[in-house]
T-cell receptor, first 113, second 109 residues
Framework: DADVTQTPRNRITKTGKRIMLECSQT?????MYWYRQDPGLGLRLIYY???????NKGEISDGYSVSRQAQAKFSLSLESAIPNQTALYFC????????????FGPGTRLTVL | RKEVEQDPGPFNVPEGATVAFNCTYS??????FFWYRQDCRKEPKLLMS?????NEDGRFTAQLNRASQYISLLIRDSKLSDSATYLC??????????WGAGTKLIIKP
């Protein structure tokens, strides 16, 4: 079984709808991240969490919110989706040590019409 | 200027050849550097960290040039399976990772 899972894997929705993307991990890591990837751009950090009680905004948090329900679960919400939020979304985890690898989920391809 | 810049490619290289990519970064205070590999429509995976003294892992060699603020990745004896996008990643002063947009490599038989 995959260490980092994301649901759904693909989603098509309409402008104005509320969407939740979910991420679960079995690696036992404290740190979790949400990124989006757009063609021609690097991964951009949306939100990150260093433990259950810690939530931090990333580079592009506007229009998004997150919830860290447990050490293993970190969800991303789009309260009112807009077309420029069409992107590939990745969840990632890492342990507490600096300079360590981030482990990614398989991604969620979101299309907002 | 982007914080991390890469040539998007694609680099079309015959199997068995040697290929090298560079990546430039703007923050001279950056301390940690990485190369990730991303296959088409898949998640990124760590290829290797880049150490100040340079490091080698099989056919892959990574180098850091702090004076000119770039890192490089050299792939020797390229394989068809090396076809992927290679992402340059730099740890910023706030310990967040800054990702390049990637260099696409296509190995041709």
């Amino acid at each position: 079984d995959a260490d980092v899972t994301q649901t759904p894997r693909n989603r098509i929705t309409k402008t104005g709808k509320r969407i939740m993307l979910e991420c679960s991990q079995t690696k036992g890591h404290d740190r979790m991240y949400w990124y989006r990837q757009d063609p021609g751009l690097g991964l951009r950090l949306i939100y990150y969490s260093f433990d259950v009680k810690d939530i931090n905004k990333g580079e592009i948090s506007d229009g998004y919110s997150v919830s860290r329900q447990a050490q293993a679960k970190f969800s991303l919400s789009l309260e009112s989706a807009i077309p420029n939020q069409t992107a590939l979304y990745f969840c990632a985890t890492s342990d507490l040590t600096l300079n360590t690898e981030q482990f990614f989920g398989p991604g969620t391809r979101l299309t907002v019409l | 200027r982007k914080e991390v810049e890469q040539d998007p490619g694609p680099f079309n290289v015959p199997e068995g050849a040697t290929v090298a990519f560079n990546c430039t970064y703007s923050n001279s205070a950056s301390q940690s550097f990485f190369w990730y590999r991303q296959d088409c429509r898949k998640e990124p995976k760590l290829l290797m960290s880049v150490y100040s003294s340079g490091n080698e892992d099989g056919r892959f060699t990574a180098q850091l040039n702090r004076a000119s603020q770039y890192i490089s990745l050299l792939i020797r004896d390229s394989k068809l399976s090396d076809s992927a996008t290679y992402l340059c990643v730099v740890m910023g002063s706030n310990y967040q990772l800054i990702w390049g947009a990637g260099t696409k490599l296509i190995i041709k038989p």
